[in-house]
């Protein structure tokens, strides 16, 4: 009887093992696929732009993430993306900042006429796959 309880608890643990590995991976994949898109975004839309260092990375209450960040090794370069659940989870172009930091830096000062993320996938025929991920279900697990 104390073998078979034995073993139920080995078998529960390590199955509650995998399961916080294979979270933990596709957390980890999530947020590097994000900042990918945010990557990718601030090629196609900023003068000089180098680098991105990303700070946090966190969930909002809305069901959505927050990133903050800075460029070209500039923390006075601040930034902060939203990821929104109504974009299937997947960073748009939402993005914060200072109008006379990173704002200077837009090669288009109107909203409209900046590239998405999905529109830079289309118009350089990437591999969607490569920039979309998903969530994982628990966050701060």
Do not use: C
Not at 12 to 20: E, N
Not at 96 to 116: H, I, P, Q, R, S
Request: glycine letters at 8%; aromatic letters at 12%; zero cysteines.
């Amino acid at each position: 009887m104390k073998a078979k309880i034995i073993i139920l608890i080995l078998i529960l643990t390590l199955i509650g093992l995998g399961g916080h590995t294979l979270h933990k991976n596709k957390k980890e994949n999530y947020i590097t696929t994000q900042e990918k898109r945010i990557d990718l975004y601030f090629k196609h839309n900023l003068k000089n732009y180098q680098t991105m260092k990303i700070n946090n990375f966190k969930k909002s209450p809305m069901k959505g993430y927050f990133i903050d960040g800075y460029i070209n090794d500039d923390k006075t370069l601040e930034f902060e993306a939203y990821i929104s659940s109504a974009d299937n989870h997947q960073f748009t172009g939402d993005v914060g900042y200072d109008t006379d930091g990173v704002g200077k830096l837009f090669k288009e000062k109107n909203a409209k006429d900046k590239l998405t993320p999905n529109d830079i996938i289309k118009k350089e025929n990437l591999n969607k796959k490569d920039y979309e991920a998903d969530p994982p279900l628990i966050w701060g697990f």
